[in-house]
């Protein structure tokens, strides 16, 4: 759940910690964290006092509690992450055993990111090896991922762009680069941003709609209405869900109701090609594979958030690339319910019912 950490209260903490950083400037008095331990953005942040947008470990509220969480390398920071798929060969020893030898891999995360910066962008670079945990076989990786300031997408969209809604946004470009393609393990860049309960997912749509069910089955959490579907995003409820990279369209948002009539409106803008060979697939059913969209929703046990993933593009094995560019935009919209359902239609196609 949210944690209501504030810029000035995790910049703190990463200095009291001796974790480097850099600070992005996303417009409109809207700042982001790019830290070096874990390759996480952290924010966005409204100014200096303001509370990060995307969900933050509780442990970044106690000096102790995050100083026992760096030390012992623990993953989930919170904020925007990068990891690798397959996630069935990377994270456990087989399917069967999804559960029971879960492995999150430190070359991986909190891996040893370098942190740089050139004209307006944030670099984060990392290399290291993952071990495929049912063969013992091993991939070396290279990957740098681009942080920068994104346009608001409606800054030349007439019926829009003079709405009463505050904006800022980000783009990241990811390099992933296979340094062993002679062993045929795909590798797969896969950006996991978590969010703050409560809330909903919402995915536009076209043709006949599909999903494939991860975990506990997403059942009523999930509705599908005329042209998008719905998840509920509680963080007291497991469920993930993929959806087909042939049916969407390459947008995806989460929405939630703040106060005083307030909206906050996320939208993700990614590359969906149904010619990726996308290697997640769920524990029950390996094969059932084309998904480049995953919503996640936590039981609690983690700390209570949502996860919006979705996947690159892939390398290695077959796919005639050692080397591929994956870029995603990330955008936030904060207003009333009219001006956030006027975005929807705009950006997402659909006609939204609150």
Avoid at 303 to 317: M, Q
Wanted: hydrophobic share 35%; aromatic share 14%.
């Amino acid at each position: 759940m949210n944690n209501h950490i504030v810029f000035t209260q995790a910049e703190r903490l990463l200095k009291q910690n001796s974790i480097p950083y850099e600070t992005l400037d996303l417009g409109n008095g809207y700042l982001a964290l790019l830290v070096r331990y874990g390759g996480r953005l952290l924010g966005p942040f409204r100014g200096e006092s303001g509370e990060s947008i995307l969900w933050v470990n509780g442990a970044m509220g106690d000096d102790e509690a995050f100083a026992a969480f760096v030390a012992g390398r623990q993953v989930h920071l919170g904020g925007e992450r990068f990891w690798i798929n397959p996630e069935l060969r990377f994270f456990c020893e087989s399917p069967e055993k999804f559960n029971s030898t879960y492995t999150v891999q430190d070359d991986l995360d909190p891996g040893h990111y370098r942190l740089s910066r050139r004209e307006g962008t944030v670099c984060l670079s990392l290399e290291g090896i993952l071990k495929a945990l049912d063969t013992g076989e091993e991939k070396r990786f290279a990957a740098e991922r681009r942080y920068f300031a994104a346009p608001n997408p409606l800054s030349w969209y007439r019926l829009t762009r003079a709405l009463p809604v505050e904006y800022c946004g980000y783009t990241q470009e990811i390099d992933l680069t296979d340094l062993n393609p002679e062993i045929p393990i795909p590798l797969e860049p896969w950006t996991v941003t978590q969010v703050n309960p409560a809330g909903r997912y919402i995915t536009p749509y076209f043709g006949d709609f599909e999903f494939v069910d991860y975990f506990t089955p997403v059942g009523g959490m999930q509705k599908v209405m005329p042209g998008y579907a719905e998840c509920r995003v509680t963080g007291d409820r497991n469920y993930k869900v993929a959806y087909r990279a042939a049916s969407t369209c390459g947008r995806t948002a989460f929405l939630r109701e703040l106060e005083n009539g307030q909206w906050h409106l996320m939208i993700r803008n990614y590359y969906s090609d149904p010619s990726v060979p996308y290697t997640a697939g769920p524990w029950g059913e390996p094969g059932n594979r084309g998904c480049s969209l995953f919503l996640y929703n936590d039981d609690g046990s983690n700390g209570g958030f949502g996860e919006l993933e979705n996947s690159g593009i892939t390398v290695g094995a077959g796919t005639g690339r050692s080397k591929s560019t994956s870029v995603s935009s990330t955008w936030f919209f904060f207003g009333d319910q009219g001006s956030v359902a006027k975005i929807m239609r705009g950006l997402l196609g659909i006609d939204y019912r609150f």
